[in-house]
């Protein structure tokens, strides 16, 4: 197969995405790209690397080769390489050698999706682009992909944003086991800041991540959950003053028509808690366990610095409708984010591959803006830094791009017995 594409520098790359925004506000960038632009942290690097990417000129796609190690590439290739970053991957546990994985695709609008049938030993690939919910351009990013057993469906989800100050959440699903996907335009649409004919710029959602509730005996059996964190911005440049935790829930995505899906949103963390402390928060993970339960870990960070002040946990036991009141997870001594605010190495176009690790404690401390390394404090104890419970990660350590004074490039890869 082949794409054609053509990118610029990365300042006119911010122009491209932004040039609808321009047009559609009177020239403002749009709030959400002003909060990138001006603060460190806060939105994720999935959004903030289709602002950042470098330039590259016309490609060609290869098709992925299984490698002869253990290591197999899953994503079919451009020439020269760019990246794809935030891999996803979900098994159907009726046939364990099908699995569906999805990533950040920085060749175009939305993401590669990879499909294996033998256990991850061979992969084929498609690539999707989102659209809003009014069917026009938008940029995908943060998948998330998860298997439905009662549905007999892998569900993908995305966040669709564009420089006119769209923001949605969206999921697509699959009955075919990855062959095909909802069309685009008929996506079922979690939460948007559209507002009767305008999209309400004060407003930006970010990091989305599924989970299912797939116990035979559950009273939700079959529930679809997305967790996503809701950015409130200001003006004049973007600021946050708050951005808690928030959920929604479905037990029907209808394959004909998944845009007619009704969702129950609810706020896990309330509204206006202030861009430091409880009201602050990042990486909300949901799983569902044995009991049927919905248990979230979110870290508190900070709406505009990305500094981490604790990891946090809440449970529903009523299928997503209310939440315990959170307790925090780390113990005094546990955990801590950097404490230096000058320990900071400056940002630099650099990507390198990550070595093997022989422990855990080996690992890098990546908090803080993109392209930027803290180093790790003596006292700090890697394993605890982000809760884990899901497949899907923000990588804080690569800025997405190509590195024309090196080498190296980012790959999508799988480990395999």
Request: proline residues 6%; charged residues 20%; contains cysteine.
């Amino acid at each position: 197969m082949i794409r054609l594409l053509s990118f610029v520098t990365a300042v006119a790359a911010v122009a491209a995405i932004l040039a609808i925004g321009g047009a559609a506000q009177g020239g403002d960038v749009p709030l959400w790209a002003q909060h990138v632009q001006n603060y460190d942290g806060g939105i994720s690097n999935g959004v903030r690397s289709r602002l950042e990417a470098s330039a590259v000129q016309t490609s060609t796609f290869v098709s992925a080769q299984p490698a002869a190690l253990s290591n197999v590439q899953m994503n079919a290739d451009s020439t020269p390489p760019l990246p794809q970053n935030e891999t996803s991957v979900a098994l159907k546990p009726s046939a364990p050698l099908i699995a569906v994985a999805a990533a950040n695709d920085y060749t175009g609008d939305g993401f590669w999706v990879g499909r294996t049938t033998n256990g991850g030993q061979t992969w084929s690939s498609l690539f999707k682009d989102p659209k809003t919910s009014i069917g026009s351009r938008c940029i995908g990013s943060d998948p998330s992909v998860v298997y439905s057993v009662r549905d007999a469906a892998f569900y993908l989800s995305t966040l669709c944003y564009f420089g006119d100050g769209s923001s949605e959440v969206q999921v697509w699903k699959s009955v075919d086991d990855g062959l095909t996907w909802t069309d685009s335009t008929k996506a079922s649409v979690v939460v948007t800041n559209r507002a009767v004919n305008a999209w309400d710029q004060s407003v930006f959602y970010d990091k989305e991540l599924l989970a299912v509730d797939n116990n035979l005996n559950s009273a939700h059996f079959g529930r679809l959950y997305i967790t996503y964190i809701k950015f409130h911005l200001t003006l004049p440049n973007g600021r946050s003053d708050f951005c808690p935790v928030q959920s929604a829930h479905t037990d029907n995505v209808p394959t004909a028509n998944p845009a007619s899906a009704s969702w129950t949103r609810v706020g896990v963390v309330p509204d206006g808690l202030g861009d430091v402390g409880p009201g602050a928060n990042q990486w909300a993970q949901p799983v569902v366990d044995s009991t049927g339960a919905l248990d979230v870990a979110y870290a508190l960070e900070d709406c505009n610095t990305a500094f981490d002040r604790g990891l946090f946990f809440t449970r529903s036991t009523d299928g997503g409708d209310t939440f315990s009141a959170p307790v925090q997870i780390d113990k005094r001594g546990q955990f801590a984010d950097n404490p230096s605010r000058k320990d900071i190495l400056p940002s630099k176009q650099f990507r390198a591959p990550i070595p093997a690790r022989t422990s855990r404690s080996s690992a890098p401390s990546t908090t803080g803006p993109p392209g930027r390394t803290r180093r790790r404090s003596a006292s700090r104890r890697p394993e605890r830094r982000r809760p884990t419970t899901s497949t899907s990660r923000r990588s804080r350590s690569t800025r997405p791009g190509t590195c024309t004074r090196c080498s190296t490039t980012t790959e999508t890869t799988l480990g395999t017995a």
